[in-house]
Nanobody, 129 residues
Framework: QVQLVESGGGSAQSGGSLRISCAAS????????MGWFRRAPGKEREGVAA???????TYGGSVKGRFTISQDNTKNTIYLQMNSLKPDDTGMYYC???????????????????????WGQGTQVTVSS
């Protein structure tokens, strides 16, 4: 089994930056894709970014050009650098991991929850205007 633990959430002013992290443990070699999702109060879950084996990266439309996903395989950790934050970026951010085949789902559907089957507990990000 794989465990995912997010950290680094907090508060920022509009226009500011935050970086959140997700540390993976367990049978991580089975995980081919890693991703970030968020859920704002009263809104549906939204795919933010995904990174697949071979560093294939996909972003959700609302964060392109502002957010950057990266991974450090030596630490089994992925990161989400968030710049030019907006109040609409407020929400709970979840890390997710996907098995073999996830790349095809992401290629077809974008950053979709259908590509992932393991989820972290989330970290809160709050952006004030």
């Amino acid at each position: 089994q794989v465990q995912l633990v997010e950290s680094g959430g907090g508060s920022a002013q509009s226009g500011g930056s935050l970086r959140i992290s997700c540390a993976a443990s367990g049978n991580i070699w089975r995980r081919v894709c890693m991703g970030w999702f968020r859920r704002a109060p009263g809104k549906e879950r939204e795919g933010v970014a995904a990174i697949s084996r071979g560093d294939v990266i996909t972003y959700g439309g609302s964060v392109k050009g502002r957010f950057t996903i990266s991974q450090d395989n030596t630490k089994n950790t992925i990161y989400l650098q968030m710049n030019s934050l907006k109040p609409d970026d407020t929400g709970m951010y979840y890390c997710a991991a996907g098995p073999n085949g996830c790349q095809n789902t992401i290629q077809a559907q974008g950053v979709s929850a259908a590509a992932f089957d393991i989820w972290g507990q989330g970290t809160q990000v709050t952006v004030s205007s």
